[in-house]
């Protein structure tokens, strides 16, 4: 499978961003899809996830309210809707893929996307 992540830009805060992620799998309703995200000098961490066909959704405790995954199995396409953007969502945001395993841990995840930057100005 490959993903390719979009969306990302330069927002003040408050404002919101849409990112969109592609993916190349003939059947992307096989897999569970989840966004993670990358701040400077820190590691990677869990942001969101979504069951193969949208019926669960999660997500980490400091994005719950402002953050919406979902997706659109027949364009083979994942989003992440973001919202009150805060200066410490500045990452770059992954788009991520597995079969089984749990939502949260990137170890579970095998297959990701390249990466899209979002960077929040006070």
């Known amino acids: 499978v490959q993903l390719q992540a979009s969306g990302g830009g330069s927002v003040q805060a408050g404002g919101s961003l849409r990112l969109s992620c592609t993916a190349s799998?003939?059947?992307?309703?096989?897999?569970?899809m989840g966004w993670f995200r990358q701040a400077p000098g820190k590691e990677r961490e869990f942001a969101a996830a979504?069951?193969?066909?949208?019926?669960?959704?999660v997500y980490a405790d400091s994005v719950k309210g402002r953050f919406s995954i979902s997706r659109d199995n027949g364009k083979n396409m994942v989003y992440l809707q973001i919202n009150s953007l805060k200066p410490e969502d500045t990452a770059v945001y992954y788009c991520?893929?597995?079969?089984?395993?749990?939502?949260?841990?990137?170890?579970?995840?095998?297959?990701w996307g390249q990466g899209t930057q979002v960077t929040v100005s006070s």
């Open positions: 991520a893929a597995k079969i089984a395993g749990t939502y949260y841990f990137e170890r579970d995840y095998a297959y």
């Open positions: 979504i069951s193969w066909n949208g019926g669960t959704t």
């Open positions: 799998a003939r059947t992307l309703s096989r897999y569970t």
